[in-house]
């Protein structure tokens, strides 16, 4: 077996007089030197539907609990008894532990590969969902902290799983098709546990009823997590051939390479920790939001807040086939954060229909994930993209749980609990956001070649040629970025990181435990 790994290593890197036998076997050596990457690049397209479906559906029970959550924030105010800061802490209960485990999710899949794994993380978001349904039965709040928690746990990680497995089968071609699909799918979820979650309420005359058809979603992400794992079993043979080399891969996978993470892949992580706090904050509140600032009721603020789904369910999918087509992804990012502006703007003082400022929140949320989400995956060597959606989830989750703990404080100290004061900390931010996508799109013009924006004939030649120095540098056993230079940069934002990291665990346990705090 090892002269095998010797002839495959030495005809690879050395010889360019192959036969076809010795030349499938060093291609297949090769594919397994990726820890499977290159296995799921280059399968035939029916594997890659079937990969396609059953991803797609892995973090749809996630989704829908997650929303169905926000959409109950006024009768679990009322049953279980808690303030607009109470209600914060248990919103972030799910994002605060999420702080850390994407990255070590994501280094995981770059070390090990994932297919097992996810079905280890859907149990962990099944169990959550159903302490949560009986915490709310029970009218617990500790309880309910506790399930979102264990929740909490898995809800991020199958994301970041889900995006790796994504980019990993699809980095070649048609990626930002594939992502704006699975946003699109992940928005569907939610739009429907936002949309049905006090309707269903109403219908069964028990508030605790969304929280368990959250649980039947997520046994049915289960099955489809098996059916995944059936499938890449199917696909990948031969383990007893290949072995040796997913343990020699592993070892070019450097931990310290993080800090020679390019420059820009830090923008992308800061843009991300500002836009997704904002965007998933805002959705926790929209329910209420739409009550308090224009007068309706639950049932129909419900209906009003689900429209900020709305749209990156149609446009996501059309928004990557335009990205894999033309490229644009900056100049998406900051329509992105024009839309964000304007909806803050109409929301927060002016008398038009709520639905408008949500539709317009809608496109915000359906332009930028997929813009910054696609980046990142061009943006870094393939042995590091699951490394690089991890920090990339990381900051959504620290960031997430900072502003919701402050969202709840500012409102709880604005007069009548109204929400001017958050509208406004909301538009702040969104304007900061803005002026470094600026920074973002003339940089990357600069140290990319406009690779970010470029189309898909000129970004397919510059990506090959990444493509092929990656896996030169493999076949020589050497990680992509041991070679490159130390980032200052780097090490400063890893330093904000954790300093951030830690404000978000102090305010989280602060307000858990004492409660609000006068200001």
């Known amino acids: ?76 105010k009322e049953h279980l008894g808690i303030d607009n800061t109470h209600y914060g802490v248990l919103s972030s209960a799910v994002s605060i532990i999420n702080t850390v485990l994407p990255v070590v999710g994501g280094i995981f899949i770059d070390v090990f590969g994932s297919v097992w794994g996810t079905f280890a993380v859907n149990v962990c978001i099944i169990t959550g969902s159903i302490l949560t349904a009986l915490a709310a039965h029970f009218a617990s709040f500790p309880a309910m902290i506790i399930g979102r928690v264990v929740f909490g746990v898995g809800s991020n990680i199958i994301v970041t799983m889900q995006e790796t497995l994504l980019s ?10 594939v992502i704006g699909i699975q946003l699109a799918v992940s928005q569907l979820a939610s739009f429907l546990g936002t949309a049905v979650a006090n309707p269903i309420a109403q219908q069964t005359h028990d508030w605790v009823w969304p929280f368990w058809l959250s649980v039947i979603l997520c046994g049915f992400s289960i099955a489809m997590n098996i059916a995944y794992a059936l499938m890449v079993r199917k696909l990948i043979t031969g383990q007893d051939l290949t072995s040796k080399f997913d343990r020699k891969k592993k070892k070019t996978f450097e931990i310290q390479s993080v800090v020679k993470f390019p420059v820009l892949f830090w923008l992308v992580i800061t843009i991300e920790f500002i836009y997704a706090a904002v965007w998933t904050s805002f ?172 189309g898909r004939q000129n970004r397919l030649q510059i990506m090959k040629r990444k493509y092929d120095n990656e896996l030169d540098l493999i076949c020589r056993g050497v990680g992509t970025l041991t070679n490159a230079s130390l980032q200052p940069v780097g090490i400063f934002f890893l330093a904000a990181f954790a300093c951030a990291l830690v404000v978000a665990w102090v305010l989280f346990f602060v307000y858990a435990i004492g409660g609000a705090v006068s200001l």
């Open 1 to 76: 077996m090892e002269s095998i790994e010797k002839d495959a290593d030495r005809l690879r890197c050395e010889t360019s007089d192959k036969t076809t036998t010795e030349s499938n076997m060093v291609t297949r050596v090769i594919d397994y030197y990726s820890g499977g990457d290159a296995t799921f690049a280059q399968a035939s397209w029916r594997f890659k539907l079937i990969a396609l479906a059953t991803a797609l559906m892995l973090p749809v029970g996630s989704h829908f609990s997650g929303a169905a959550l926000g959409a109950m924030k006024a009768p679990m």
């Open 168 to 177: 990993k089968w699809f980095r070649t071609q048609s990626l930002s098709i």
């Open 283 to 454: 959705q926790t509140i929209s329910t209420e939001l739409i009550q308090i600032r224009f007068g309706t009721t639950s049932v129909i603020a419900g209906y009003k807040a689900s429209a900020s789904v709305v749209v990156p369910i149609i446009a996501t999918p059309l928004l990557g086939l335009v990205m894999d087509m033309f490229g644009f992804r900056i100049c998406i990012l900051l329509f992105s954060s024009i839309f964000l502006i304007l909806s803050t703007s109409l929301l927060g003082w002016t008398d038009v229909d709520a639905l408008v400022g949500m539709l317009l929140y809608s496109m915000s949320l359906a332009f930028g994930p997929i813009a910054m989400i696609t980046s990142i995956g061009m943006i870094l060597p393939s042995d590091y993209i699951g490394t690089g959606l991890g920090l990339y989830k990381a900051s959504n989750n620290v960031g997430t749980s900072i502003l919701d703990i402050v969202v709840g404080v500012v409102q709880d100290h604005t007069h009548g609990q109204a929400y001017g004061g958050v509208i406004l900390l909301y538009l702040i931010l969104a304007a900061i956001g803005f002026i470094l996508i600026c920074i973002l799109l003339v940089s990357q013009r600069v140290s990319l070649a406009n690779l970010l924006e470029t």
